[in-house]
């Protein structure tokens, strides 16, 4: 995931803190973190549910690394 994007975006929508990064992007801290560290890679649905709440294309977001 292009985590620039996420978080430029995230911040403009007023999720400044990581807890409220991982809420809009539907999933726990644990798992925001893993997906940063390259641990864990966000499904399709996340990428897609995630890229609606951003109100941004899929394109966006992603690196072509969704699983």
Do not use: C, Y
Request: hydrophobic letters at 45%; zero cysteines.
């Amino acid at each position: 995931m292009k985590f620039d994007v996420f978080d430029s975006r995230a911040e403009q929508l007023g999720a400044t803190s990581e807890s409220q990064k991982a809420e809009l992007a539907g999933v726990d801290r644990v798992t925001l973190w893993r997906w940063r560290k390259g641990h864990l890679t966000p499904s399709l649905d996340n990428a897609l549910a995630i890229a609606k709440r951003l109100g941004v294309p899929l394109s966006d977001i992603i690196r072509g690394d969704v699983a």
